[in-house]
T-cell receptor, first 113, second 113 residues
């Protein structure tokens, strides 16, 4: 059974810092990994989707990497801003069959001015 | 235009009642999902439909019954509501299975008293 762990559970940083969020998974037979952000009381917004054959994806100040063999992904946020404050979730889609996604419990990020 | 919409946004009801949550997507996606996010913010897939056909049913009690009248709609009906059903329910869609990027609705907060 796939287990997804996100470390740290919470993070508070001053504005302008570069930061790294971690996601690890136990079963490397994945099809893809997706990073989301969730604002309080809102739904999830997709940030980046990395297919299992890819090593990284970039969007603006965000860069996500994937090391399937070690069961790890990192989300790098450059020059953090208060608007980045949210909960960041990673979801891993199992390969084969119905591609069932398994979510981590998220990292709650606060960027203070 | 809202891509994935859910109604109602809030639902407060008593134990034993039957209620429905509606979901619609205007993205032309083939696959739709229902997720449950519990009080500890853990997000878990409940159902997935592809072109109106059920493809994932993740150990959800029989009291929960999804219905897809067409590929743009996936409704969730819950019979005999229990206190433990209180959670936020999210609908999502993707072009064709979890191998593709998922788009989430804003969520329905269900409170059972």
């Amino acid at each position: 059974k796939q287990e997804v762990t996100q470390i740290p559970a919470a993070l508070s940083v001053p504005e302008g810092e570069n930061l790294v969020l971690n996601c690890s998974f136990t079963d490397s037979a994945i099809y893809n990994l997706q990073w989301f952000r969730q604002d309080p009381g809102k739904g999830l917004t997709s940030l980046l989707l990395i297919q299992s054959s890819q090593r990284e994806q970039t969007s603006g100040r965000l860069n996500a990497s994937l090391d399937k063999s070690s069961g790890r992904s990192t989300l790098y946020i450059a020059a953090s801003q208060p608007g980045d404050s949210a909960t960041y979730l990673c979801a891993v889609a199992k390969s084969g069959g119905s591609y069932i996604p398994t979510f981590g419990r998220g990292t709650s990020l606060i960027v203070h001015p | 235009d809202t891509a994935v919409s859910q109604t109602p946004k809030y639902l407060v009801t008593q134990m034993g009642n039957d209620k429905s949550i509606k979901c619609e997507q205007n993205l032309g996606h083939d696959t739709m999902y229902w997720y449950k996010q519990d009080s500890k913010k853990f997000l878990k897939i409940m159902f997935s439909y592809n072109n109106k056909e059920l493809i994932i049913n993740e150990t959800v009690p029989n009291r929960f019954s999804p219905k897809s009248p067409d590929k743009a709609h996936l409704n969730l009906h819950i019979n005999s509501l229990e206190l433990g059903d209180s959670a936020v329910y999210f609908c999502a869609s993707s072009p064709r299975g979890a191998r593709y990027e998922q788009y989430f609705g804003p969520g329905t907060r269900l409170t059972v008293t």
